[in-house]
């Protein structure tokens, strides 16, 4: 299986386990998986990427996406590697009401719950505004201890 074949592959599986698990994966929100899990779910699809694939580069992007009023403005969080994006919680804006969202965000629905492709065939640079990224290299340098211990715990959880 070609590599981005395979980065597809699980990312779809860990999708579907993130979907189907009780265990609540984000404190700062009562919505339920795919909405405003975007960050957490990214780190973990990194995290479970680095663990087959231990010398993976994989940027973690955040963008921003507002209207013309700043009266809807909201970030999205997706990763890309060996030139493919990969966005496991995009289908949560089939589900958040049109009032929250910007023009473009609706206008590029319905989203599937998986985005794995191209990075130029994929909607999110239309849409949003790259404000950050973080690049992983031999692992997640970047990240404290403290967080890749909780990625491990809740992957551990989900993935039981």
């Known amino acids: 299986m070609k590599l981005n074949e395979e980065l597809k592959y699980q990312a779809l599986w860990l999708r579907l386990k993130l979907k189907s698990s009780p265990v609540r994966l984000v404190y700062n929100t009562d919505a339920e998986f795919p909405i405003d899990h975007c960050d957490f779910s990214s780190y973990l699809l990194t995290y479970h990427l680095l663990r087959l ?7 973690i992007v955040y963008g921003l996406a507002s209207d013309d009023y700043l009266e809807n403005s909201l970030y999205h969080v997706w990763i890309e590697v060996n030139g493919w994006l990969i966005d496991i919680t995009a289908d949560q804006f089939n589900m958040i009401e049109d009032e929250k969202l910007t023009d473009e965000i609706i206008q590029e629905r319905p989203y599937s719950i998986i985005h794995a492709g191209k990075i130029k065939d ?11 990224r ?8 970047e990240v404290s201890e403290d967080y890749v211990n909780i990625l491990r715990e809740k992957y551990d959880a989900v993935t039981a």
Request: proline share 12%.
């Open 53 to 59: 694939h231990p010398d993976l580069e994989i940027d």
């Open 122 to 132: 994929q909607p999110h640079y239309r849409i949003f505004e790259e404000s950050q």
């Open 134 to 141: 973080y690049r992983t290299v031999s692992g997640l340098p």
